[in-house]
């Protein structure tokens, strides 16, 4: 089975329809898996499209030394993909469901994590429909914003001004945290690592009936069981 046709096996979005969009998601452990499905389904989706760039450059403070000037350039900066970052190329299409990556007004919802679909692309903001939350259905405008990754792996530090959004058809397991959803298809490439999260990626779908999981033991097959990472150490100084 190819990736694609494992895609396909999990995701039922069907159409842009909101209300068929809300209570769906891939979850996945990793953000390269995240960004493959996405990737994967825009191209499905057959609809007005445009591609933002954003503008990366070095922190001050790093940027001093002529030798890491070099090193840094944009293209390199440009390259990079972290958790909590929106990639340099947002493509992104007309009902297409997208994850806001920052708080931006907690009066109207537009908080870190809230999920929108795309109604108008401009050239300096994006308007998009709230799909959850008491101001479901009011349409609101995202702009550019300046960014820097908290990721500690990162000797150095670096700046993206992007729109904050990130494609949602999939989202990482930490990321659906606090989540509620009716249709949940979960992609396990590699076992998860970090305790405890199948159960955090397993629990968010509220009914047994709209959960698929999908194991993949090599790059031609699957399976039907999958190791859930527990450490034991954190339970004993209860």
């Known amino acids: 089975m190819t ?8 995701i039922t979005f069907g159409n842009a329809d909101p209300e068929h969009l809300i209570g769906r998601s891939i979850l996945a452990p990793t953000l390269d898996v995240v960004n ?6 825009t191209e499905l989706h ?3 499209s445009r591609s933002y760039y954003s503008s990366d450059a070095v922190c001050k403070a790093d940027g001093d030394n002529g030798i890491l000037g070099d090193v840094h350039t944009p293209e390199f900066l440009n390259s990079i993909r972290v958790s909590g970052l929106p990639n340099h190329t947002l493509n992104l299409k007309i009902g297409s469901p997208v994850m806001l990556m920052r708080n931006i007004d907690h009066s109207l919802g537009l908080c870190n994590g809230t999920r929108l679909i795309i109604t108008k692309l ?5 308007e998009g429909e709230l799909l959850t939350g008491p101001n479901k259905g009011t349409k609101v405008l ?3 914003m300046s960014m820097s990754p908290s990721d500690p792996r990162l000797p150095f530090k670096f700046q993206r001004r992007q729109f904050p ?3 949602s058809y999939a989202m990482t397991i930490n990321k659906s945290q606090g989540q509620t959803l009716t249709h949940v298809g979960l992609i396990l490439k590699k076992p998860v690592f970090v305790h405890d999260q ?3 990626a397993a629990s968010r779908v509220n009914n047994l009936d709209g959960l698929k999981i999908l194991i993949v033991k090599d790059s031609s097959s699957t399976t039907t069981s999958t190791t859930n990472v527990v450490y034991h150490e954190v339970f004993n100084n209860l």
């Open 3 to 10: 990736d694609s046709q494992r895609f396909k096996y999990l």
């Open 36 to 41: 493959a499905v996405n990737e994967y389904m």
């Open 46 to 48: 057959n609809a007005e």
């Open 122 to 126: 401009a050239d300096h903001v994006i």
């Open 142 to 144: 995202i702009p550019r």
């Open 165 to 167: 959004l990130m494609l």
């Open 198 to 200: 199948l159960y955090v």
